[in-house]
């Protein structure tokens, strides 16, 4: 009886997900991919293409189950900022990933824009209702809400040695600190300022 191609291509994606995560698209390597999923490199060729191709498929699944999983109106963008904050600390390779990505993939990825267009379209109706400051384009203003909710996670290692002295020492403070941190960038300038 042949081997279950099923079974072998889910083996290869949970082994393509830890080795990208670790080590980016330039570092990981096909060998340990296969040898971790107990599969041929063949294998890997044959269900996903090449090794650029499987990164490009590890991040598009990853950043769709990541936005499928976080309820998102304009309403509760602030809430959204700390429901990502948790969903990353318990998915740290789809942070990880994303990181990644954004220093090796110069491409978007057609779901994935999809997904980010419908957040954007809530942001400027929030900003044309006055509910959000309309100063910053909406599809900034979601970068910069996603860059705070990971700031410390691309934050220089030289600052996060002062962490002890100067940061949060336990995760729900840090939680904090970024909601709060994202409920002032999206309150809308006063008047004057």
Excluded at 133 to 162: F, N, Q, T
């Amino acid at each position: 009886m042949p081997p279950d191609a099923t079974e072998t291509k889910r083996r290869l994606r949970e082994a393509a997900v830890a080795e990208f995560a670790a080590h980016g698209l330039a570092g990981a390597r096909i060998d340990r991919i296969a040898e971790s999923a107990a599969a041929n490199k063949r294998s890997i060729y044959m269900h996903f293409g090449s090794k650029e191709e499987l990164f490009d498929k590890v991040v598009g699944d990853a950043f769709l189950e990541l936005a499928a999983s976080i309820p998102f109106t304009e309403d509760h963008l602030i809430g959204y900022a700390g429901d990502l904050f948790d969903r990353l600390e318990k998915w740290p390779h789809i942070r990880r990933l994303y990181l990644w990505a954004g220093l090796e993939r110069e491409q978007s990825f057609e779901p994935e824009v999809a997904g980010y267009r419908a957040r954007v379209v809530a942001i400027a109706a929030a900003q044309k209702a006055g509910k959000l400051r309309a100063d910053i384009p909406p599809a900034e203003l979601m970068a910069m809400v996603i860059g705070v909710v990971i700031s410390w996670d691309s934050a220089a290692w030289s600052l996060k040695a002062l962490q002890p002295e100067f940061g949060f020492d336990d995760l729900a403070a840090r939680r904090a600190a970024v909601v709060s941190a994202v409920a002032g960038l999206l309150q809308p300038p006063r008047s004057g300022s």
